[in-house]
């Protein structure tokens, strides 16, 4: 099965990955794809779990104080379908989702769509597809952004999907996909956020420490970010 599994950057580049032993994060099917809100407080994974709307669905947990997640909820009817919803992908700032599915109105396997923030916390406006020619006859999926979300990363089968062969959706073995990037329109675009970087050193021995730095407004005592 696939599962999600976690590496946490420290004084090395990144840490040796650990599988969580959550089994509301890793169940007895498969869990394909995983986002992160920028604060790590909440994530969405898509799961092929029993109890859901479709073949792969969409959900989402919360961390608790002690570090530890809670109980996963689906996101709900809004995004998940009948068919496949999954790779989901926060945009910085977390006011858009961004996912693939096979069950909204689309123009091939999977299609990329995009879906606003709703009024209440993890809640989602009606999805809305990316168009073409982001998306096409063949599946794409596993969207990735970069940081200013003006630009996109994502994978497609169309090299085969145009030769006949379908292998994206379908997990069928001897055929491959590519990496592909595109200019998100200003329309489709999540908030601009800014990258802040901070470095923590002992004030005696002027050495860099390891350490968590919370951002925070000093009028209303808010959390950006941690």
């Known amino acids: 099965f696939n599962d999600i599994f976690v590496s946490e950057k420290g004084r090395r580049p990144y840490m040796?990955?650990?599988?969580?032993?959550?089994?509301?994060?890793?169940?007895?099917?498969?869990?394909?794809?995983?986002?992160l809100s920028d604060d790590?407080?909440?994530?969405?994974?898509?799961?092929?779990?029993?109890?859901?709307?479709?073949?792969?669905?969409?959900?989402?947990?919360?961390r608790l104080p002690n570090d530890s997640w809670s109980a996963n909820k689906n996101?709900?009817?809004?995004?998940?379908?009948?068919g496949d919803e999954m790779y989901p992908c926060f945009g910085k700032g977390e006011n858009v989702l961004y996912f693939a599915s096979n069950g909204h109105e689309g123009m091939g396997g999977l299609d990329l769509f995009k879906s606003d923030a709703g009024n209440s916390p993890n809640t989602w406006e009606i999805p809305t597809n990316l168009g073409y020619p982001i998306n096409t006859e063949a599946a794409e999926g596993a969207l990735v952004l970069s940081l200013d979300g003006k630009i996109g990363y994502f994978a497609s089968d169309i090299k085969n999907v145009r030769k006949g062969e379908s292998v994206f959706s379908s997990g069928t073995k001897g055929g491959h996909t590519d990496i592909y990037s595109f200019e998100l329109y200003p329309e489709a675009r999540p908030q601009p956020?800014?990258?802040?970087?901070?470095?923590?050193?002992?004030?005696?021995?002027?050495k860099k420490l390891s350490a968590k730095v919370d951002f925070m407004d000093l009028n209303s005592g808010e959390t950006y970010a941690s």
Do not use: C, H
Not at 75 to 82: F, L, M, P, V
């Open 75 to 82: 996101i709900g009817a809004q995004i998940n379908t009948s």
């Open 16 to 35: 040796p990955p650990k599988e969580s032993d959550s089994e509301d994060v890793n169940g007895k099917k498969d869990e394909l794809g995983s986002t």
């Open 40 to 62: 790590g407080r909440v994530m969405y994974f898509a799961s092929n779990r029993e109890g859901g709307a479709g073949g792969v669905d969409i959900y989402y947990l919360q």
């Open 193 to 206: 956020v800014t990258y802040v970087q901070a470095y923590v050193y002992d004030l005696e021995t002027k």
